[in-house]
């Protein structure tokens, strides 16, 4: 069984940056594939950002280059860090985890985090 809890959600003005962060535990964490989903108000939720256990990192085409998914094996913890944040960044923000990146849809997930976009 994997836990995840998000942090560091909030509000930002549009151009502005934002870091989230997760703590996951249990048996075997740091092998498994992580990674951040969003889901904005009256859409579904989607994938945004992977990061496999060796830190081989994928995005959607909207966030590259303006976030960054990092992980910490030894401390268990994800980071998202969203700079140059839009309005369209907006909505609620989860963790996940899954043995494989690919697999739809992940099996972890943490409760959500709430990012707010001021333009």
């Known amino acids: 069984q994997i836990r995840l809890v998000e942090s560091g959600g909030g509000s930002v003005q549009a151009g502005g940056s934002l870091r989230l962060s997760c703590a996951v535990s249990?048996?075997?964490?740091?092998?498994?594939?992580w990674a951040w989903f969003r889901q904005a108000q009256g859409q579904e939720r989607e994938g945004i950002a992977t990061i496999e256990s060796d830190g081989a990192s994928d995005y959607i085409d909207s966030v590259r280059g303006r976030f960054t998914i990092s992980r910490d094996n030894a401390k268990n913890i994800l980071t998202l860090q969203m700079d140059r944040v839009k309005p369209e960044d907006a909505g609620i923000y989860y963790c996940?985890?899954?043995?494989?990146?690919?697999?739809?849809?992940?099996?972890?997930w943490g409760q959500g985090t709430q990012v707010t976009v001021s333009s």
């Open positions: 996940a985890a899954d043995q494989s990146c690919i697999n739809d849809p992940f099996t972890y």
């Open positions: 249990g048996r075997r964490a740091s092998f498994y594939c």
